[in-house]
């Protein structure tokens, strides 16, 4: 079965740091290119990151410099390292890969 698993979401205080994982099942996620999107409480899901299968990264504007997406393909996981969260970062983040999305996790950031 194919499908994508993520994990590491929570509350946190502004400025510090989370880092989300996302275990897929299924070989195809190993070529394929993996991406994270956050989706705010009444707003459009929002693109964040993604990775390439040879591990080209590219990140929306307002997460450059914050967020590092890497992956391991040895355990068939990609990871979104979070640092200095901003209130503004509250959301479901969702894994997604081959038009795959997992379920997300919740990410709280405090002020």
């Known amino acids: 079965q194919v499908q994508l698993v993520e994990s590491g979401g929570g509350l946190v205080q502004a400025g510090g740091s989370l880092r989300l994982s996302c275990a897929a099942s299924g070989s195809i996620f190993k070529i394929a290119t993996m991406g994270w999107y956050q989706q705010a409480p009444g707003k459009q899901r929002e693109f964040v990151a993604r990775?390439?299968?040879?591990?080209?990264?590219d990140y929306a504007d307002s997460a450059k410099g914050r967020f590092t997406i890497s992956r391991d393909k040895a355990k068939n996981t990609v990871y979104l390292q979070m640092n200095s969260l901003k209130p503004e970062d509250t959301a479901v983040y969702y894994c997604?890969?081959?038009?795959?999305w997992g379920q997300g996790t919740q990410v709280t950031v405090s002020s």
């Open positions: 997604t890969g081959v038009g795959i």
């Open positions: 990775i390439s299968s040879g591990g080209s990264a």
